[in-house]
């Protein structure tokens, strides 16, 4: 009888899917903002404008341990976890819960919060170092591992106060997280559930491996199959505890990293009743294809959110783009395939920017019209952009689309950025690898969604090299079959970056005296031509690698021998494209750093390591010094158009 009801509610939900997509229709929204009462004008204008663009779900965070905020441990079994005095800890929970009734007096639906998972406010951490750290025995992981900054920032008593890679498997650790997330929820009883992410510093460690201290990476040290097994514990054990206090109609909810099917089929939680936020194929970057494990997800009966980004995506972020196209075409997606809902990540502010910005609002009610079935038109977005800048909009409009389509095109030849949800790393215009543009050998459908209609630079050079054919028979044999070579690609860029800028100027020319955001939107032109001219140099630079018939990639594939050596080596052509690479990225860099309020530096520095192993492999000699600050003292008086 079980697996009868089972079979039917796996029916019932897959139902539910095809005929309601997008039921939940989610937007993230900043914790410290929502807790703030000096903000609650802000915060409800906020509200206003998500209620009023059609979104049902609200999602407070991101926390790394919610109930330190608004539990007065004081008052508890656990006094020596309080972070925050008991007035302040009552100010949070009272602007939290006013800010959440009034958004569910606005219509939405469910309120949730999100979170990682596990961390332990510092104080409890230092008052139980011989239960959860006897003899120190974390302290060097702690300091090595995947957000070590966070442990440093607690030891030096900074914000957020948490210490991360805290262990499911310890009874102390486990016992106070439930106990403190249970009185969370009776406390906050506007509050419908959780859209959580079991990730970042959610591992199991083998404590044997971690004690000697004599692990070189400490993910050596993770037990896989025991962090698989503590996260379908920690899963059910929160789905049962919100299905307890919030009867039937809970929301619970969980990011897809690091998660796997064969693992989910061990939770104790109806499939319907599980929503999986899965990061969109436009989550990072404007690429308009469903992640296939998404949909094998939703197929397979659980509830599936794509969550992106559009105007502030992590790639090609800082760099202005729009396209109203290309947000179409992704909802046109996303509808097909029958998905439970979104998440839309755009109403939330990052670096020296505003609400009100117009790329900003223009895409926000580009991506509402798209998921209203009302989808907007180059003539729609010309018209709200005429507001701010008159007859300067079609060319501002014009400038943002070829950004965006000259993105788009590029990251077909890096597909290995995605698997697994995580797309682009964080970081904004990162440095670049050869290994970035070969198929992820994990990935079960390989990376055709990403690639579409582009020829890879592996199976290119791979052709030119066996088949000892030309550049111009190749592209033959790939255009009759409707594809596109990488020189194609780059020739697209180019092509795009130039009519960016020349749009941009003629929009400065054309708009309004001192119009908002201009200057960043002209000075952006000229870093996406910038940020094209780098990436083409490093695709050059890996044909000219491969073509000389190397394998190695410093991921995939470590040999360093000439493997195919009948061809002619291109040594040279790849050490000076590399230097190309090298001089564009500084110059990027510069712009980003006088021009590129959004961000102006990058998260990761850049040492150019990659090209140095690149050229220690083809044993020559690289020069990774910078020589651009002349040029650049030119383009900064083009950008500033004197």
Sequence with gaps: MKKILSLLLAFTALALHAQEPMQYRIVPVGSSQWMNPKLSDEVREQIDRIAADGYNVISIGTFTFLPMHIVDYADSPYPEAAEYTPAKVAQNLATLRENISYAKSRGIRYV?????????????????????????????????????????????????????????????????????????????????????????AA???????????????????????????????????????????????????????????????????????????????????????????????LDDGYGVVLDMHVYDAEYPHPVYWYDNNIVNRIFDNVRAGGFTGIVYQDYTLRGEDSADNPVRRLTQLTVAGAMNRKPWSDADAEKYLAKTYRKAAPHVLQSLKAVAHAQEQFIKLMPAWFWRGDGLSVGGLQPLKFWQ?????????????????????????????????????????????????????????????????????KARAAGPANAPYLNDIVASAYLNRTLCQRNAALIEAALFFYKSGYVYNDKYELSRERVHTEGPEYGAECIAALERYIQRDYLMRRIMLDYSPRRRTLRHANTYSAEQKVANVLKRKIDTEDHTEAEFEALRRTIEGK
Aim: charged residues 25%; aromatic residues 14%; hydrophobic residues 35%.
């Design 112 to 200: 949730v919060t999100r979170s990682y998972s596990h961390y332990a406010p510092y104080k409890f951490w230092c008052a139980h170092q011989q239960e959860l750290n006897p003899d120190g025995v974390f302290d060097q992981l702690l300091r090595k591992a995947h957000q070590n900054d966070m442990f440093q920032k607690a030891l030096a008593g900074k914000s957020p106060n948490c210490v991360p890679q805290q262990q499911w498997t310890n009874d102390l650790f486990r016992d106070f997280f439930l106990w403190s997330t249970s009185r969370a929820l009776d406390l906050l009883p506007e509050l419908d559930g959780f859209l959580n992410a079991y990730a970042e």
């Design 203 to 297: 591992w199991t460690y083998d404590v044997e491996k971690v004690r000697p201290n004599t692990w070189k990476s400490w993910k050596e040290c993770v037990d896989y199959d025991k962090t698989d097994s503590c996260f379908v514990d920690y899963s059910n054990r929160l789905a049962h505890m919100l299905r307890e206090k919030r009867g039937d109609d809970y929301f619970f909810g969980m990011r897809d990293w690091y998660v796997k099917p064969e693992v989910m089929q061990q939770l104790d939680i109806p499939r319907e009743k599980l929503v999986l936020s899965v990061k969109y194929a436009g989550y990072d970057q404007p690429l308009v294809n469903c992640p296939p494990w998404g949909k094998q997800m």
């Design 437 to 505: 543009m070969f198929d992820n050998p994990e990935a079960p459908a390989g990376m055709a969604f990403v690639r579409q209609e582009v020829v890879g630079v592996p199976e290119y050079c791979t052709a030119w090299r066996t088949g000892n054919r030309s550049d111009e028979e190749l592209a033959a044999k790939y255009h009759a079959e409707k594809r596109l070579t990488p020189a194609d690609v780059l020739r697209e860029m180019a092509a795009c970056a130039d009519r960016a800028v020349a749009e941009a100027e």
